[in-house]
């Protein structure tokens, strides 16, 4: 675990910024998608102020393709409406606008947000009125850390920096904008995405965040389930899922908020196979929600359910059971639940196929159903950290290929296209049931 001393505590505070002008930093227009600049544009010609923020800055400067460009602007969500006809603007309390810049991409563009205050309700409670919207100082201050919190003119191609974010860019550091007990204190989801960036970027955290975090790690069960939820995938999609979750534990943040994966330790089986998965993510392969909950959950499941029980539906129904409680804490929608258990209890086709040879027709069933290919690709993946299913894995994705190779598809005329290897009596096997049509 890498931090800094408290030397290096936060300072910040919001007067001057830094102007950091083109050709003194890496983030040219270039990398700019021209819808992204047609948009900043638009709004500048319109007497708005409009800047890039956040992600998408941070990425550039650290050498790595953004996924996405946010803009953050004075303008009003309805002003930013009638200024681009594709525009839909989303969210209660604060309300966003999602841009199109292509039939199914957006851009999202926020108005300035100040600081939320708290409003008196009649009965007495107290809520955060989040729905303010401010000045870009005021703006900055709301941003979680510093290597968050740059904002890119596109007039003249310079960086605004008004929290030394680009300096800890530089020096990979992570720190919170102001007191980090303060700012971990009034959202605990910034622990997690601490250990997220942290991983990713190989940044060290702050002495006195490092602290704050493991001192309001307990407050993450206060912490919205659907918010936590959506932070779980973006670990485990973000490559470093592995390092992510050594974080996590060194935070004290997993004890609280999935204790069911712990303990986590350099031989653990779950921290191999989210060191595969992140091999896997860094060359693009895709994984659902579903195999992604596989592969944390694995062992739970593995300790829960003896491996010497055959009967495929008893393992769906007691994976089913030693999941329940963790799905209904988590949110996890049911469909992804059903897929889950549907993986698990192929569990006993992928175990040591050495000496096993199922018959064409059921293989021809098996590998045309619909769960199939998330399982292939569970145990495939499982079969690099665990030897007893490396040839089941391997025995399931010959089948596949080889029955694949058999499937024959209508051609776009309408026309059938004769089997590779045997005619089908003129009869259309489905590719994805397997069913004679
Ligand atoms: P990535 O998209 O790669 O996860 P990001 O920094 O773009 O990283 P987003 O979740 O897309 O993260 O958020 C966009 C910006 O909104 C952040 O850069 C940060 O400035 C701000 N932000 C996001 N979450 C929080 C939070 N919990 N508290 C304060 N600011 C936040
Ligand atoms: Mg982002």
């Known amino acids: 675990m890498k931090f800094l001393p408290s030397s290096f505590k936060n300072k910040t505070s919001i007067k001057k910024p830094v102007v950091i002008p083109s050709g003194k930093h890496t983030f040219e227009r270039k990398f700019i998608e021209k819808g992204v600049i047609d948009i900043l544009n638009r709004l500048k010609k319109n007497g708005y102020e409009a800047y890039l923020v956040g992600g998408c800055i941070r990425d550039i400067l650290l050498g790595m393709k953004p996924k996405d460009f946010d803009i953050v602007t004075g303008a009003h969500p309805r002003q930013i409406k009638r200024l681009f006809s594709r525009c839909f603007l989303i969210g209660k309390r604060f309300r966003l606008a999602h841009v199109y810049i ?93 250990a997220r960036f942290c991983a990713r970027f190989n940044f060290k955290i702050s002495g006195s965040d490092y602290r704050a975090a493991k001192d309001k790690a307990h407050l993450i069960v206060q912490s919205n389930a659907n918010r936590l939820l959506d932070e779980l995938f973006k670990i ?93 804490r988590m949110r996890i929608p049911k469909k992804d639940c059903d897929r889950i258990c549907n993986i698990l209890s192929r569990r006993i086709y992928f175990l040591d196929n050495l000496n096993k040879k199922y018959t064409p027709s059921f293989e021809r069933r098996f590998t045309a159903n619909e769960h199939f290919a998330e399982a292939l690709k569970f145990y495939s993946l499982l079969a690099k950290v665990d030897a007893n299913f490396s040839q089941g894995a391997f025995y399931w994705q010959k089948a596949k290929d ?31 049931t397997g069913d004679v049509q």
Not at 153 to 170: A, H, P, Q, R, V
Not at 410 to 428: A, D, F, H, I
């Open 102 to 194: 292509s039939h199914d991409r957006f851009v999202e563009v926020a108005t300035f947000r100040a600081a939320s205050s708290e409003i008196k309700l009649p009965d007495g409670r107290v809520i955060q009125n989040n729905n303010i919207y401010g000045t870009i100082e005021e703006d900055v201050l709301r941003r979680d850390f510093t290597a968050n919190s740059l904002y890119y003119n596109l007039s003249d191609s310079s960086i605004i920096d008004y929290t030394g974010g680009f300096k800890d860019i530089k020096k990979r550091v992570l720190r919170t904008i102001g007191d980090p007990s303060v700012r971990f204190e009034e959202d605990p989801v910034r622990i997690i995405r601490a």
């Open 236 to 328: 485990l999609k973000c490559g470093a899922s592995a390092r992510s979750f050594e974080y996590l534990d060194e935070f004290g943040v997993l004890s609280h908020w999935i204790p069911e994966i712990l303990p986590l330790n350099k031989k653990s089986m779950l921290l191999q196979r989210l060191t595969q998965l992140d091999t896997a993510r860094l060359d693009d392969v895709d994984f659902s929600n579903a195999l992604l909950l596989t592969i944390l959950f694995y062992d739970v499941f593995d300790n829960g359910i003896s491996r010497d029980i055959k009967n495929p539906h008893d393992v769906f129904l007691a994976a089913r059971d030693i999941f329940a409680p963790i799905a209904t």
């Open 402 to 432: 080889s029955h694949d190779s058999k499937i024959s598809y209508p051609s776009t005329r309408g026309k059938r296209t004769v089997n590779k290897k045997k005619k089908t009596k003129g009869k259309l096997t489905s590719p994805k």
